[in-house]
């Protein structure tokens, strides 16, 4: 754990999303694309409970951001109209630019969803750029 890091590692974050009508499809069922939306909120989240903040990194001396790579996506049960859904976020692993992460979707106890999503950290040039240290160590991968 870092000086600066209030947090025990590994660090899981869970926050909470209402399924509003915009969410939903004719039938009232959560659409399958807001899936995605839901666990982009709980990633974005999960950074700034690290104190991560994606807008800082981006105008760093040396910038910095997260791409989504790859998502795989289990769809369990379905979400409903005003449903509250909890996302939580953790890190799997972090490679040299990259890191996988676990997400859950949940409904009380009943699981809805789960992805796995591998981002990449990229530069200013758009090329992929080794995780830095101190990120790693957030995400609790030192070197």
């Known amino acids: 754990m870092t000086a600066n890091h209030p947090h025990a590692l590994p660090f899981e974050d869970t926050i909470t999303v209402r399924v509003y009508w915009e969410d939903t499809d004719a039938g009232g069922i959560v659409y399958h694309a807001s899936h995605v939306r839901f666990f982009e909120r709980g990633r974005t989240e999960y950074l700034r409970a690290l104190g991560i903040n994606q807008s800082e990194m981006q105008k760093a001396e040396h ?38 992460l676990d997400q859950v979707l949940k409904r009380g106890e009943e699981t809805i969803a789960t992805a796995v999503v591998t981002v990449v ?10 995780v830095p240290g101190d990120l790693r160590a957030l995400f609790g991968h030192p070197e």
């Open 63 to 100: 910038p910095l951001l997260f791409a989504v790579r790859k998502m795989e996506i289990d769809y369990l049960r379905p979400g409903r109209l005003d449903d509250l859904i909890e996302v939580t976020t953790a890190t799997r692993e972090v490679g040299g630019a990259r890191m996988v």
């Open 121 to 130: 950290c990229l530069g200013p040039d758009g090329r992929p750029h080794r």
